[in-house]
Structures are given as structure tokens and as C-alpha cells.
């Protein structure tokens, strides 16, 4: 088992990264708690796939759970399944030393987050990630929200969790496209921050998609590290933290326009949106003029989408999508600020983006569709 800490002040926490944690749960819980009880948030999905397993390790602990399953998919993440979660868990009687479990990939874990954030004004919350995109993101670094129909984490709360067990096991029952999804947030890591590793993702991504239990513990632990890393400098996304939004701008705008479904998934709009920051950067001439295909050849390498010309259907054109980009949380002042790269693991935050050349590459890309 690997152990990442985040030793923020007076609110440091652990991220332990191995199989076995959800039915472990138990033996990690049982320091925090002052009474042997849990009230866990799911999904409907996840609750078949492990539910049991955690109710049974935490029984082996002497510790009782109550739950609450909520259905599966984005559209759980808005007020309505906020305020059920919020009044079940007042029902429940959890207390303020109590611990709220949130066991599931990103949408649970959001709004889990966020219930334990605003519930008695806050209580404390441990995060069980089950997909590979909760357990190197969303799940570490304390961003918590739902959705409002105007825009995705547009209502939340800065609230970090006290322990977050990442099950490697669990990433075993994901449907492949699922894992890939998860895996454009890995490659962002590299991308931004460490080429090295992303090179070690060119050799072994093969892997890890095949199921290598080693590879894949390696890749959680490096990318939860520089998160913890970069969360420990920015909490707040002040500055550096939006560095963890590379691929993102162009990645929501595209899951805005495809419908936030099974069209494109979170993490491949992320995977094509990396592809697009860096093809922005290279027209800027501040990466090579490699860099973007290398980025395209190492996404095509893993049969992912990499293009907007694998996105199925209709797409609008580059006015539209501009116009979908001003509405991200990164506007200041009514200046976009983008995330670009002067290479392979060195991104920076920008706001000198030229509207006409960024039409220019969307249009291009939208043309080689
Ligand atoms: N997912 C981006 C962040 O946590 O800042």
C-alpha cells in the first residue's frame, strides 16, 4: 500500500493507494471516529458492485453503516439528489464528529463533499474513489459541489477530506472506456508538470489498461502526488492550482455541446482538450512543433479520442464554441485564462490568448472533422 499526505495545517490527511481498502475501510476509519457508526453515500451502480464488501469489513471493525444509494450519471449531481443526500443524512442523525462516507467515482464524491461541507455547518467526510478519474482527481484536493443548469461546479464549497482510501482493486470491475476516461486526467499530470513521467506513461499506459495492478498503483500514487502538491501551494486556485484545468476549457465546452453524456465522456473531452492546449501552444510557438502529436500519438496509442474528429455527431462551429468557453470559472475581468505549455511537462497559466487565433484552430480542427 502507498501512502500520499497532504499536510495542509490543521487539516492534513492521507490518501492511501492499494487493493483491498474498501474492505479494509475499517482498520483506517476506526482512529477518526468517535462512535462506531457511518453514514455512506453511493450509487446505485457502485452499491452492487461493493457496498457489501464495505458493510462487511466495517462490521469485522465494530463499526455499523447506514446508506444511501443515489441513481448513477451527472444528472444526480444537482440540487434535487443534493437536498435528498442533505435531509437523509439529518435523518440519519449524523452528528458533527461524525464521518460521512462517499464511496463512488466523481459525482458521489462532489456531492458527498459537499453535503458534509454545508450539513451542521460542517462535518467531516473520508473519500472511497472507485474510478480511476476520482482516485487522481476529484477525490484529493477538497473541491466539492454540484451543478446548476447553467454550468457544471458552478454551486460548492472548498471542504477537504479527512482520509481518502483509493481502492485499486475497484478499478478492476470499470468498463474499459470508463478507465481511459480516467486515464486523460493521468496524462494531464504528466503533461502539466512531469515529463518524465509522462514519458514512463508512453511506455507502460499499455499496461496499466490491460489491468497491471503495480503499474496502475504507481500512476494513482504520482498523480495524487502532485496534486497533494500543488493543493498544498493553492488551496483555493488562487494561482497555480489551475494548472490542474489543463484540457479543461476545451474539454467542458465540448461536453457542454455533446450533452454531458455517453457521447463524450468527462475525461475524453479532458484528453482531446490537452491535444487542443497543446496545439494552441505550438501555433503560439511556445512548444514544439512535435508536442501536439506526440500528445495525439500517445492518446491514439491508448484508443482514446484524441480529436474533435472522433467525437460522434454534430459539433457547432468555432463561434459557438468560444462562446461556451467564456462561460469557464477561469474568466477574470472577462479575460479567458488558459492553461498552455512551453513542452512536455511545463504548462503555465496565461491570459494573452488572441481570440482570432484560437478561432483559427478551432476551426481548423473542426474542419478536419
Ligand atoms: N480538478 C481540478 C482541481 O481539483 O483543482
New binding site residues.
Partial sequence: MERVQVPLAGREYDILIGPGLIAGAGTHLAPLLDRPRVAVLTDETVAARHLEALRAGLAGAGITMTALALPPGEATKGWAQFSRAVEWLIEQKVERRDIVLALGGGVVGDLAGFAAAVLRRGVRFVQLPTTLLAQV??S????TGINSPQGKNLIGAFHQPSLVLADTGALDTLPPRDFLAGYG?VVKYGLLGDAEFFAWLERHGPDLARGDAAARIRAVRRSCEM?AA??LRDET?QGE??L??LG?TFGHALEAVTGYGDRLLHGEGVAIGCALAFELSARLGLCSQEDPGRVRAHLDAMGMKKDLADIPGDLPDADALLGLMAQDKKVMDGRLRFILARGIGDAFVTAEVETGMLRGMLADALAAR
Fill in positions: 482527481d476529484s484529493v484536493g477538497g473541491k486526467e496534486k500543488i493543493v486556485e492550482r489551475a490542474l484545468n479543461h
